[in-house]
């Protein structure tokens, strides 16, 4: 599927990293160093912006190796790009380690995964129908 996007950045466009990859990596656009300290966050620039085709979305997910090496994810996981966004994309990342955090301009910081979605049509009922569930809210289909 094609995604019309601009790069104002130094870094190449996303790509992906094996053939089997559902993300594309995506890299800082920054004139400095950020340093994120333990539970902060800050939205990280990456001088793409994205004409997504109507019935897409894009999604901002963290990068496995960061979260698991530094505590660095993305809050907002997964973060949606919507197909009527026409601004820069930024990351929202947060520290969840107990040590800060550098990010280096063109450091990959999250991936994007281009996803399609259905629009609901709602229809209001009196009544749904019964499940083998039902109601059971959090934790009610874990086996114990």
């Given at each position: ?50 004409e ?39 990351v ?28 609901i ?24």
């Amino acid at each position: 599927m094609v995604v019309k996007v601009i790069n104002r950045s130094a870094n190449a466009l996303p790509q992906y990293s094996t053939l089997a990859a559902a993300g594309m990596d995506v890299r800082a656009q920054i004139e400095s160093p950020i340093t994120i300290g333990p539970l902060e966050r800050v939205a990280v620039p990456t001088g793409l912006y994205m004409e997504i085709p109507v019935g897409c979305e894009v999604q901002v997910r963290p990068r496995s190796g960061l979260a698991a090496k530094h505590g660095i994810t993305v809050l907002n996981s997964p973060g949606t790009i919507d197909a009527d966004y026409r601004g820069e994309l930024k990351v929202i990342l947060v520290n969840l380690s107990n040590e800060p955090f550098t990010i280096e301009s063109g450091e990959r910081i999250a991936q994007l995964v281009l996803v399609r979605h259905e629009v609901i049509e709602w229809e209001e009922v009196e009544a749904l129908s019964d499940s083998a569930r039902g109601a059971g809210g959090f934790g009610s289909t874990g086996v114990k």
